[in-house]
């Protein structure tokens, strides 16, 4: 049994701070973990533990030594389990937490500044702003939206006709037009405008719209204010119809209503009181009106009212110069001898003007009555807005002003003539001369001074090696071996002489010197021409290099370079190197195009091909039934098999076996390369191509495993047995085994009991039966033994062929018999 360890302590030593004590009186026997031992098991706990041996920490609702005291924190203040100080939650203040922070503040020791405005208050604990009736947002910056107001922003404004509520108390603000709590009256008749305080100024009657103060005026009077009656002419509602009343009948302006003049009647004053023709008293004097031009005959006094553009007292005169329509009152105002209509007043322009007064000229390029016409003076001539005709500018003649001054004239209508020498242009405008390069002077007639050339003689000579400049092109005329723009650049190859103005001589590359023109050979030519090659057997330059001994070249070195030109199949500097392998030809730089491991002349490229292969490039597999170089070897294989091109070794067809496939797979075996054992039973046959079970007579199934079925028998199975009296036959040669009590051949012959039991007489199907058991019992293990018997002899008859087949195959090597100067290969 463990016995506790028991810690010990003096009256007088205080225990160390892990819990042991000095050597002592042995007080406490479990250790006051966070405590001292005051007395026999007694701990005296430090603040904030508490239990036996002061392990447990106080709970959240205690605090000192012993976890004696009560925590008197509130509203989820956190208590010192040691001092029993409130650690307040956030919003909360006080020695005790009992207070909310004080307004602005919130948050842990309500330290933290509101951020809410517009009299919002703010949550001591989250900060979160509590809006006042009629502001929202996060921190209650914001209005209602509009259409709402109140606390929360949650009431809908009841103002009607676009009236805004206030955002806190709802109140509507009519908009002006109207009034009412929810604005849903418009000003009362005479006042419109905001809060209605305006007074409609309409007169005679009008009305004012209550929202515009805009009159709408009754019928005869218009104007802003109504003050005013229809014209002459017009009634109704804003005027807006017009009188129907004829011979000066005046009408309502109210009602449209004609008052006629004395001597005329009718709705419309449209009636004469007297016939047509006749007026004054009585209706007895004709009128003295001309009857074609005048509109009316006064009925009373006989004035006449002419047409437009015909008056008179009689409207026998038209209007004079000036003047048009009724009564020949309104003056024309036609400009520039335009004729004024004397009915309408339009204006028919004279030719060069235009627009609805003939006030404006004709644009430039048009011409005629009303600038119909398009101008077709050229060449910047002006065209007369009258009548079209062209003025040219100086250097143009011509109608249309398209010719320019014939050569050696100038000026208006080309009547100067020009002065200029030496080729010079001359202006056909003003008659200056425009030397050609090469030439100065008014007119043209001084050579540019030594030095200088071109255009006015502005440029100078830059030349290096010449005998000065041309003074109007200012090309160099260089001296002897030299040419370029500033003679500064020998001959090219191939030119010599003054401006390198001479083609060589020299042939085959030679160079000839650019002040003389004598040739200079390149490498293997010679003569003064460089028309011949060096001699045999030397190259180079000046032809004094000897050329090396070339092995395999048709002729001695290359007269330029020395280099040996090989033979085809040939090499290397002297050419002694035959061509490597894959490549023939001039240089070897053919590449041989032999397949299948065929190997290729190096001088012609022609390919010798590997055994089994034939053709142009050995491409080609010998044809079926030969094989060998050249496929000259028939194949010797038969019932079927194929032969190997390149050996001619046989390969089998399934079923066959031996050297050349003659012999059959032995008995048990089938198949490719003979390697199938048979599953026949019963001393079936297999077919050795197949491995088909031929069965012998009385048995059937895939592998003549079953006897034939009750019943039948013979070769497949084929013939019924004819046994009677539930007699059984023989699978194999339908022999009926009689039942007891009967016999004969079909077992049909009621038998003597004793003739059964008489040895000496035919044996009881019964025995019979018995003893065919054990014979097919011992057949079976016979030939189970000669199957291992032949497999034997196969396996040692197989590997005897192999070896031999080794020893018979034929077989093909190639050796190259190729020497350095021939071309011959030999096969063996």
């Given at each position: 049994?463990?016995?506790?360890?028991?810690r010990?302590?003096t009256?007088?030593?205080?225990?160390?701070s892990?819990?042991?004590?000095?050597?002592?009186?042995?007080?406490?026997?479990?250790?006051c973990v966070?405590?001292?031992?005051?007395s026999?098991?007694?701990?005296?706990?430090?603040?904030?533990?508490?239990?036996?041996?002061c392990s447990?920490?106080?709970?959240?609702?205690?605090?000192?030594p012993?976890?004696?005291n009560?925590?008197q924190?509130?509203?989820?203040a956190l208590?010192?389990p040691?001092?029993?100080?409130c650690?307040?939650a956030?919003?909360?203040r006080?020695?005790?937490?009992?207070?909310?922070?004080?307004?602005?503040?919130h948050?842990?020791?309500?330290q933290?500044?509101?951020q809410?405005?517009?009299?919002a208050?703010?949550?001591?604990?989250?900060?979160e702003c509590?809006c006042?009736?009629?502001?929202?947002?996060?921190?209650?910056?914001?209005?209602?939206?509009?259409?709402?107001?109140?606390?929360?922003?949650?009431?809908?404004?009841?103002?009607q006709?676009?009236?805004?509520?206030?955002?806190?108390?709802?109140?509507?603000?009519?908009?002006?037009?109207w009034?009412?709590a929810?604005c849903a009256?418009?000003?009362?008749p005479g006042?419109?405008?905001q809060n209605c305080?305006?007074?409609?100024p309409?007169h005679?009657?009008?009305?004012?719209?209550?929202v515009t103060?805009?009159?709408?005026c009754?019928?005869g009077?218009?104007?802003?204010?109504?003050?005013?009656e229809?014209p002459f002419?017009?009634?109704?509602?804003?005027?807006?119809?017009?009188?129907?009343?004829?011979?000066?009948?005046?009408?309502?302006?109210?009602?449209?209503a004609?008052?006629?003049?004395p001597?005329?009647?009718?709705?419309?004053c449209?009636?004469?009181?007297c016939?047509?023709g006749l007026?004054?008293?009585?209706?007895?004097?004709p009128?003295?009106?001309?009857?074609?031009?005048?509109?009316?005959?006064?009925?009373?006094?006989?004035?006449?009212?002419?047409q437009?553009g015909?008056?008179g007292?009689?409207?026998?005169?038209?209007?004079?110069?000036?003047?048009?329509?009724?009564?020949?009152?309104?003056?024309?105002t036609?400009?520039?001898?335009a004729?004024?209509?004397?009915?309408?007043?339009?204006c028919?322009?004279?030719?060069?003007?235009?627009?609805?007064?003939?006030a404006v000229?004709?644009a430039a390029?048009?011409?005629?009555p009303?600038?119909s016409?398009?101008?077709?003076?050229?060449?910047?001539?002006t065209?007369?807005?009258?009548?079209?005709?062209?003025?040219c500018?100086e250097?143009?003649?011509?109608l249309?002003c398209?010719?320019?001054?014939?050569?050696?004239?100038?000026?208006?209508n080309?009547?100067?003539s020009?002065?200029?020498?030496n080729?010079?242009?001359c202006s056909?405008?003003?008659?200056?001369?425009?030397?050609?390069?090469?030439?100065?002077?008014?007119?043209?007639?001084?050579?540019c001074p030594?030095?200088?050339?071109?255009?006015?003689?502005?440029?100078?000579?830059?030349?290096s090696?010449?005998?000065?400049c041309?003074?109007?092109?200012?090309h160099?005329?260089?001296l002897?071996?030299?040419?370029?723009?500033?003679?500064?650049?020998t001959c090219p190859?191939?030119?010599?002489?003054?401006?390198?103005s001479?083609?060589?001589?020299?042939?085959?590359?030679?160079?000839?010197?650019p002040?003389d023109?004598?040739?200079?050979?390149?490498?293997?030519?010679r003569g003064?021409?460089?028309?011949?090659?060096?001699?045999?057997?030397?190259?180079?330059?000046?032809?004094a290099?000897?050329c090396?001994?070339?092995?395999?070249?048709?002729?001695?070195?290359?007269h330029?370079?020395?280099i040996?030109?090989c033979?085809?199949?040939?090499?290397?500097a002297?050419?002694?190197?035959?061509c490597?392998?894959?490549?023939?030809?001039?240089?070897?730089?053919?590449?041989?195009?032999c397949?299948?491991n065929?190997?290729?002349?190096?001088?012609d490229?022609?390919?010798q091909c590997?055994?089994?292969?034939i053709g142009?490039?050995?491409?080609?597999?010998?044809?079926?039934?030969?094989?060998?170089?050249?496929?000259f070897h028939?194949?010797s294989?038969?019932?079927?098999?194929?032969?190997?091109?390149?050996?001619?070794?046989c390969?089998?067809?399934?079923g066959?076996t031996?050297?050349?496939?003659?012999?059959r797979?032995?008995?048990?075996?089938?198949?490719k390369?003979?390697?199938?054992v048979?599953?026949?039973?019963?001393?079936a046959?297999?077919?050795h191509?197949?491995?088909?079970?031929t069965?012998r007579?009385?048995f059937?199934?895939?592998?003549?495993?079953?006897?034939?079925?009750p019943?039948?028998?013979?070769?497949?199975?084929?013939?019924?047995?004819?046994?009677?009296?539930?007699?059984?036959?023989d699978?194999?040669?339908?022999?009926?085994?009689c039942?007891?009590g009967?016999?004969?051949?079909?077992c049909?012959?009621?038998?003597l009991?004793?003739e059964?039991?008489?040895?000496y007489?035919k044996i009881?199907p019964?025995?019979?039966?018995?003893?065919h058991?054990?014979?097919a019992?011992?057949g079976?293990?016979l030939?189970?033994?000669?199957i291992v018997v032949?497999?034997?002899?196969?396996a040692?008859h197989?590997?005897?062929?192999?070896e031999?087949?080794?020893?018979?195959?034929?077989?093909?090597?190639?050796?190259?018999?190729?020497?350095?100067?021939s071309?011959?290969?030999s096969?063996?």
């Amino acid at each position: 049994m463990h016995t506790p360890s028991i810690r010990s302590i003096t009256h007088d030593a205080q225990t160390s701070s892990t819990g042991s004590s000095a050597p002592g009186t042995a007080l406490c026997t479990e250790e006051c973990v966070h405590g001292r031992c005051v007395s026999p098991d007694t701990c005296h706990c430090e603040p904030g533990w508490g239990g036996p041996d002061c392990s447990s920490g106080c709970d959240s609702d205690h605090w000192g030594p012993h976890c004696s005291n009560r925590c008197q924190c509130q509203n989820g203040a956190l208590c010192n389990p040691i001092t029993g100080a409130c650690v307040c939650a956030a919003g909360f203040r006080g020695w005790r937490c009992e207070e909310l922070c004080a307004p602005g503040t919130h948050g842990k020791g309500c330290q933290l500044p509101c951020q809410c405005r517009h009299g919002a208050s703010c949550d001591p604990r989250a900060g979160e702003c509590l809006c006042a009736p009629g502001y929202t947002g996060v921190y209650c910056e914001e209005l209602c939206p509009p259409g709402s107001h109140g606390a929360h922003c949650e009431l809908r404004c009841p103002c009607q006709n676009g009236g805004t509520c206030h955002h806190i108390t709802g109140e509507c603000a009519c908009p002006p037009g109207w009034t009412g709590a929810v604005c849903a009256q418009p000003c009362p008749p005479g006042t419109f405008g905001q809060n209605c305080s305006q007074d409609c100024p309409c007169h005679h009657g009008g009305q004012c719209d209550h929202v515009t103060g805009q009159c709408h005026c009754t019928a005869g009077y218009m104007g802003d204010r109504c003050q005013e009656e229809c014209p002459f002419g017009s009634f109704g509602f804003q005027c807006s119809q017009h009188c129907d009343c004829h011979n000066g009948g005046q009408c309502s302006p109210t009602t449209g209503a004609c008052e006629c003049e004395p001597g005329y009647k009718g709705p419309r004053c449209q009636e004469r009181l007297c016939p047509e023709g006749l007026h004054g008293p009585g209706c007895t004097l004709p009128c003295p009106c001309d009857a074609d031009n005048t509109i009316s005959c006064h009925p009373v006094t006989g004035a006449c009212t002419c047409q437009p553009g015909w008056s008179g007292h009689h409207c026998n005169e038209s209007c004079p110069v000036g003047y048009y329509g009724d009564g020949c009152q309104l003056p024309c105002t036609c400009q520039n001898g335009a004729d004024c209509h004397s009915i309408t007043g339009g204006c028919t322009c004279a030719p060069g003007f235009m627009g609805e007064v003939c006030a404006v000229s004709c644009a430039a390029g048009t011409y005629g009555p009303n600038c119909s016409s398009i101008c077709s003076c050229n060449n910047g001539g002006t065209c007369s807005p009258v009548d079209g005709s062209c003025t040219c500018k100086e250097g143009w003649q011509g109608l249309d002003c398209t010719l320019p001054c014939p050569s050696g004239t100038w000026g208006l209508n080309c009547n100067e003539s020009c002065t200029c020498a030496n080729g010079a242009a001359c202006s056909p405008i003003d008659g200056s001369c425009s030397c050609t390069p090469g030439w100065l002077g008014d007119t043209c007639e001084l050579p540019c001074p030594d030095g200088t050339f071109g255009l006015n003689c502005s440029e100078h000579c830059d030349c290096s090696h010449a005998d000065g400049c041309d003074p109007v092109t200012g090309h160099c005329c260089c001296l002897a071996g030299w040419t370029g723009i500033r003679c500064d650049s020998t001959c090219p190859p191939g030119r010599w002489g003054p401006n390198c103005s001479v083609s060589c001589s020299c042939e085959n590359g030679g160079s000839c010197s650019p002040e003389d023109g004598s040739c200079e050979c390149a490498p293997g030519f010679r003569g003064p021409l460089c028309q011949r090659i060096c001699p045999p057997g030397f190259y180079g330059h000046g032809c004094a290099q000897p050329c090396p001994l070339c092995v395999h070249s048709s002729r001695p070195c290359h007269h330029i370079s020395g280099i040996c030109e090989c033979l085809p199949g040939f090499s290397g500097a002297l050419c002694n190197q035959v061509c490597a392998g894959g490549y023939f030809g001039q240089d070897c730089a053919q590449l041989c195009s032999c397949a299948n491991n065929g190997t290729c002349s190096p001088i012609d490229g022609s390919c010798q091909c590997f055994p089994g292969w034939i053709g142009k490039d050995c491409s080609q597999a010998c044809p079926p039934g030969f094989w060998g170089p050249a496929c000259f070897h028939a194949c010797s294989c038969h019932n079927g098999a194929s032969c190997s091109a390149e050996d001619g070794a046989c390969h089998c067809t399934p079923g066959w076996t031996g050297l050349f496939c003659t012999q059959r797979c032995p008995a048990a075996f089938f198949g490719k390369d003979c390697g199938r054992v048979c599953q026949c039973q019963n001393g079936a046959s297999c077919d050795h191509i197949s491995g088909k079970c031929t069965c012998r007579t009385g048995f059937t199934g895939q592998h003549c495993e079953q006897r034939c079925a009750p019943g039948t028998f013979g070769y497949g199975c084929q013939q019924l047995c004819e046994c009677m009296n539930n007699s059984t036959c023989d699978h194999v040669t339908g022999t009926c085994y009689c039942s007891p009590g009967f016999k004969g051949i079909r077992c049909d012959q009621a038998a003597l009991m004793m003739e059964e039991l008489n040895p000496y007489t035919k044996i009881s199907p019964a025995l019979g039966a018995e003893r065919h058991s054990v014979g097919a019992v011992t057949g079976i293990m016979l030939l189970l033994f000669l199957i291992v018997v032949l497999l034997g002899l196969f396996a040692w008859h197989r590997r005897r062929q192999k070896e031999k087949g080794r020893d018979l195959a034929p077989r093909v090597s190639y050796t190259p018999a190729m020497r350095m100067t021939s071309t011959d290969y030999s096969l063996s």
